[in-house]
């Protein structure tokens, strides 16, 4: 590759001249919530888990940008299963999936234990869930 670039590999060092900080106009401030995430429906409790079993993967992810950033990545819970996800107050599980026999994915119904993995998210973090709320399914257990 030196043949091609002699005057890059030449140098065993390299000097760069200027300010070592940026002037305060070259870029405003970002949010600090920006590395944040979208977790499909379905998939929710692969990445984070349930209160018996933790990713703790995602949990140390989650907890490393807020400490670095100061504030919790936001979190969207939803997403194209979004729209097929059902309620069912009475599951005995958080999150099940109906998955036919060559493996895909017709629907999610998600039960009161769902919202148990959603407070493995680390304190703080501001969350949107999608759901798809028919004026025919929408009761008071949900919002519970």
């Known amino acids: 590759m030196a043949q ?3 005057n ?3 140098s065993t060092s390299l000097k760069l001249t200027g300010s070592p900080s940026l002037p305060s106009t070259a870029s405003h ?3 600090p919530a920006l590395g944040s995430f979208s977790i499909e429906t379905a998939f929710f ?3 984070v888990g349930n209160t018996s079993f933790p990713n703790v993967l995602t949990k140390n992810l989650l907890e490393n940008l807020k400490s670095r950033t100061g504030t919790p990545a936001e979190v969207r ?3 194209i299963t979004a729209d097929s996800t059902y309620w069912n107050g009475s599951l005995d599980v958080g999150l099940f999936n109906f998955i036919d026999a060559s493996g895909t994915l017709h629907n999610t119904t998600i ?3 769902f919202w148990e993995s959603v407070k493995l998210l680390p304190e703080g973090t501001k969350v949107t869930v999608t759901l798809v709320y028919p004026p025919s399914t929408l009761n008071s257990d949900m919002l519970d």
């Open 8 to 10: 890059i590999f030449a």
């Open 29 to 31: 401030n970002l949010h």
């Open 111 to 113: 039960g009161p234990a």
């Open 45 to 47: 409790e692969e990445y």
């Open 77 to 79: 819970i939803g997403g």
């Open 4 to 6: 091609f670039f002699p």
